[in-house]
């Protein structure tokens, strides 16, 4: 009677400590936007604009009515591309210079080098701040210019406690701090998702700013939406910088069971 109360002891303290072990966490730590009500609308108070930075790369494709006349704004690789050549003149013309385009750099000067109007600063405006300007500079050679602007070079980096951490070429000119997430297959059990950090470099000046994922005033940061190339920096929650991660805590649970059903089997048949 005496073993079998040693046994029955020693299981109910590796149940115990297995309970306490898994009990650890909280959904407090993990959970995103934990105080967003049902049907609750949060309304963007500041509409987010990205502006040129320095060393972004733009496609920038001038057209008219005129193929001729704005062939001097376009700056190609090629002015033909046999692909093209069954297409209507203008509609060519368009094509063509998508196909064989070549980048602008802004430079560190904050300019690109545009075709006959020579040096522009960019740096700092918007696309559509872009487009009325280069129609305005171009007002004395072409009529109702059509301005086209892509951001060629707009990329992320996500870092940390993600699934698939790296660097991620963004399609269109905006993506949220969400959307990037998603790219680097959401966060680990081990991120912690109250301290999300994003780097933004300011042409030269970096600034730092953490974003609070488990309140949904992440929505309201000034980062929430990211810029050409921002570093998110997800980082290792208590658990993981222990080693006492949810993953592991299984393992030394189990092995603790197991050595103290162990020494009980070995006491009882000694016994």
């Known amino acids: ?13 590796s149940l115990i400590t297995l309970l306490l072990l ?4 909280s959904s407090k730590d993990v959970v995103y936007f934990q105080d967003a009500g049902d049907f609750e609308t949060i ?10 930075k320095i060393d972004d790369e733009l ?13 001097p704004f376009n700056l190609t690789s090629s002015s033909s591309n046999s692909s093209t050549s069954s297409l209507p003149g203008a509609l060519a013309s368009s094509v063509s210079n998508q196909q064989n385009a070549i980048y602008y750099l ?21 696309s559509e701040e872009v487009k009325e300007l280069l129609r305005e500079k171009l007002s004395d050679y072409l009529k109702d210019p059509i301005i086209n602007i892509r951001l060629k070079n707009f990329t992320v980096s996500i870092l940390g406690q993600v699934n698939r951490p ?5 399609n269109g000119e905006q993506i949220t701090l969400l959307e990037a997430l998603g790219y680097a297959g959401d966060l680990t059990i081990k991120g912690k998702r109250k301290n999300i950090l994003v780097i933004r470099n ?7 700013n953490r974003i609070d994922l488990t309140s949904k005033d992440a929505m309201k940061s000034p980062v929430y939406y990211l810029t050409q190339n921002d570093v998110v920096y997800v980082e290792p929650n ?3 910088i222990t080693s006492s991660s949810l993953d592991n805590r299984t393992t030394i649970a189990v092995s603790i069971i197991s050595t103290l059903i162990t020494s009980t089997i070995l006491f009882i048949t000694r016994n």
């Not at 898994?22 to 966490?25: A, H, K, P, T």
């Not at 108070?45 to 040129?52: A, G, T």
């Not at 496609?59 to 062939?71: C, D, F, H, K």
């Open 202 to 208: 300011f042409n030269g000046t970096f600034v730092h």
């Open 238 to 240: 208590k658990s993981a």
């Open 43 to 52: 309304i963007e108070e500041s509409h987010f604009v990205p502006k040129f």
């Open 106 to 126: 802004v430079d560190q000067d904050g300019t690109i080098d545009f075709p006959v109007l020579g040096k522009i600063k960019i740096v700092g405006l918007s």
């Open 1 to 13: 009677m005496t073993n079998f109360k040693t046994f029955r002891n020693t299981v109910f303290l």
């Open 22 to 25: 898994n009990s650890c966490g």
């Open 166 to 170: 790296g660097t991620y070429r963004v």
């Open 59 to 71: 496609s920038i494709l001038v057209s008219t009515l005129n193929p001729e006349a704005s062939a």
